[in-house]
């Protein structure tokens, strides 16, 4: 079983839509939570990152956090062309020797049409 | 102010032979972190250096090394190529060693 386990897609929904993109985990010592976008021959940039559960906003990005469910969210509002990519969830825990890494998804591959 | 740089860009090698990849991390980040990423799945953890200091290191055999430099820039080493290393390898860094880490453009790797 794969640490974290993300729908890989494809989605394709129309210009102005919600996104909603989901990953779950199995791993309890994963504290630190965070989403990349990667365009096409590109690398993972960063869009939101947390610690804690609930919510985090930034502009048309909402981050959500469950740990007691092991689920993470990110909802994309008003959703634009230029928001087509692949969009990668991605988790991390510390390790005692000042240490960490991050486990990523698979990746949800998104398209929006104008 | 410059982000995560990699080099080279791309990289044509055949089986057995041995590349050195190369990254300068965002200016005042001292952890360095690689990452190998197959197509179509998401990026798997190799190596974190920080303070020059190994920090883990992932499922991946010996012939994968790397190192970190006193200006915290740092090489990924890959010996012995076989046809399962080709893919994007990225670096990754990040202020100290538990801070959100940015990647570059990434080491795009095919072995022939």
């Known amino acids: 079983q794969k640490e974290v386990e993300q729908d890989p897609g494809p989605l394709s929904v129309p210009e102005g839509a919600i996104v909603s993109l989901n990953c779950t985990y199995s791993?309890?010592?994963?504290?630190?939570f965070m989403w990349y976008r990667q365009y096409s021959r590109k690398g993972p940039e960063l869009l939101m990152y947390t610690y804690s559960s609930g919510n985090k906003e930034d502009g048309r990005f909402t981050a959500q956090v469950d740990k007691s469910s092991k689920y993470i969210s990110l909802f994309i509002r008003d959703s634009q062309p230029s928001d087509s990519a692949t969009y990668l969830c991605?988790?991390?825990?510390?390790?005692?020797?000042?240490?960490?890494?991050?486990?990523f998804g698979e990746g949800t591959q998104l398209t929006v049409n104008p | 102010d410059a982000g995560v740089t990699q080099s080279p860009t791309h990289l044509i090698k055949t089986r057995g032979q041995h590349v050195t990849l190369r990254c300068s991390p965002i200016s005042g980040h001292k952890s360095v972190s690689w990452y190998q990423q197959v197509l179509g799945q998401g990026p798997q953890f190799i190596f974190q250096?920080?303070?020059?200091?190994?920090?883990g290191r992932g499922n991946f055999p010996d012939r994968f090394s790397a190192r970190q430099f006193p200006n915290y820039s740092s090489e990924l080493n890959v010996n012995a190529l076989l046809l399962g290393d080709s893919a994007l390898y990225l670096c990754a860094s990040s202020f100290v060693w538990d801070q959100p880490q940015h990647f570059g453009d990434g080491t795009r790797l095919s072995i022939l």
């Open positions: 791993n309890s010592a994963f504290q630190y």
């Open positions: 991605a988790m991390s825990a510390l390790w005692e020797t000042s240490g960490s890494r991050l486990t």
């Open positions: 250096y920080y303070e020059k200091e190994e920090r």
